[in-house]
């Protein structure tokens, strides 16, 4: 899909020549008939082509890039109803005689342009002004050409970062907040009869523009590959956080890259991404999400590539879902009481950690009186402590992919898991009393009962 603005202009019937030795005509642009919009984000049309908006056209001679009758980088511009005439009489462009042109159009203007667009992206707060839309479509045009129309696509790709605040953080820690993208360029040039970015090799940082309250954030930024580049989200309250893009991102021209980022007290979890045309028009698009990610036991979640936004690894995949449901574990463990055995016998499962989970809360909502399943809640949303059954799953897989896992778990300096290890689960002692939990034993596959008010190692689990 391409991001088309139209023009049409209407070359006047009287002739002049390839060798410019016949009267300038006028190019004569019809009004009225289009609308010219540029939409500076998803959400919002409102940015259209404003009074005095100015494009710049040059001519060429057909397959060539030899200037045709010294028409460089001449001014239309716009009276904000999508109809675009000279800024000046020296900026008519006439139509040619005895020979073929083409014509290269582009916007927003700059004085002095001849071959080369120069592109500056260090200031995001007028986005509108770097925002660099060119066109090439108008070639072999003629007298018998008549109307001619431009179409214009975005040069630059665009970023978008959407911040969700979660596990202890709420809407209002996110106001003033930064996010500087790094190890990118910001200075370059655009050659406009070839129609590509000079490649430049210095690497610098671009402050994203970020609403007030912190909830999204955009920049333009070059095509490319995203290797080596990253991001740092900066609270007000002097909170840092720091991700990779991910492994392998290319970023194409004319396309919107949008994130979901949710931002914890300890970390930031970076979902997939959607793509989607930057087109703009009176329609804004739909989202395309990504393909959904496909998962193995041992990877990194939530990107597989990237271990520097990973909350913990994938465990187990559910059946039927071809890899992309299923759960992870914490890559780190705590040690930890179950709770406070005044409550009793609460009946729990032993099959399923997130029922147990419910009981509990019924209990104490705050978890203050249930240690090992507040530690849980505090990782953020949808963590749990799980259930014997669930502890005896991960046991098995692990025996089969143990070393995946513990070396992902190592690389972020994570805990991994041992054959001696012995976890406290979600489900009581049912054999015993009632003031009893449950310990499951990697060696031996078995469990054995604890005391609630006994600490013992745990891990978290969530499912995906």
């Known amino acids: 899909m391409k991001t088309v603005y139209y023009i049409l202009i209407l070359f006047s019937f009287l002739l002049i020549s390839c060798n410019n030795d016949e ?6 642009i019809l009004s009225g008939t289009y609308k010219f919009l540029l939409v500076s984000s998803e959400t919002d049309s409102s940015s259209v082509w404003s009074v005095n908006d100015t494009i710049g056209i040059t001519a060429y001679i057909s397959g060539s890039e030899e200037v045709y009758s010294n028409y460089v980088n001449k001014r239309y511009k716009t009276n904000g109803n999508g109809t675009f005439v000279p800024v000046a009489k020296e900026d ?3 139509h040619p005689i005895g020979c073929s042109v083409d014509f290269i159009a582009y916007y927003p203007y700059k004085a002095d342009v001849v071959m080369s667009y120069p592109i500056s992206l260090s200031e ?5 002004q770097i925002d660099l839309l060119y066109s090439n479509n108008a070639k072999n045009k003629t007298k018998a050409s008549g109307n001619i129309e431009f179409v214009f696509n975005h040069a630059l790709s ?5 911040s969700i605040p979660s596990g202890g953080l709420v809407n209002e820690d996110l106001y003033g907040m930064n996010i500087i993208i790094n190890n990118v360029c910001d200075e370059t040039a655009f050659y406009l009869p070839g129609g590509y970015i000079v490649p430049s090799a210095q690497k610098s940082s671009i402050k994203m523009e970020t609403k007030p309250d912190g909830s999204s954030s955009e920049a333009i930024i070059l095509p490319g590959s995203a290797s080596g580049a990253g991001f ?4 007000a309250n002097g909170n840092i956080y720091i991700a990779d893009f991910p492994q392998g991102q290319q970023f194409v021209p ?3 890259y949008t994130y979901n980022v949710t931002i914890t007290q300890t970390g930031i979890i970076l979902s997939p991404i959607g793509i989607e045309d930057w087109v703009v028009d009176d329609n804004v698009p739909e989202e395309e999400t990504a393909d959904e990610v496909v998962y193995k036991t041992g990877d990194f979640y939530p990107n597989p590539n990237n271990p520097k936004t990973a909350i913990g690894i994938v465990y187990w995949l559910k059946p039927g879902t071809g890899g992309k449901e299923g759960k992870i574990v914490s890559y780190d463990s705590a040690i930890k009481n179950w709770g406070d055995s005044k409550y009793g016998s609460l009946n729990t499962s032993i099959s399923t950690g997130i029922i147990n989970w419910d009981m509990v809360i019924g209990k104490d909502p705050t978890l203050e009186s249930f240690p090992a399943f507040k530690w849980c809640m505090d990782k953020g949303e949808g963590w749990y402590l799980p259930s014997r059954y669930e502890l005896h799953i991960l046991q098995e897989l692990w ?4 070393e995946y896992m513990n070396s992902n778990i190592e690389s972020i300096n994570g805990e991994p898991f041992t054959s001696d290890d012995v976890y406290l689960v979600s489900s009581e002692s049912r054999s015993w009393s009632n003031d009893m939990a449950e310990t499951y034993y990697f060696s031996t596959k078995g469990w054995l009962p604890i005391y609630k008010y006994e600490p013992g190692r745990i891990r978290a689990v969530k499912e995906f």
Request: proline share 0%; net charge negative.
């Open 232 to 235: 740092a989200i900066e609270l």
């Open 23 to 28: 009267n300038d005509i006028i190019i004569d």
């Open 158 to 162: 665009r970023i978008v970062i959407r």
């Open 92 to 94: 008519e462009i006439l």
């Open 124 to 128: 995001q707060s007028n986005q509108k």
């Open 399 to 402: 025996l089969t992919h143990g």
């Open 254 to 256: 004319g396309h919107s």
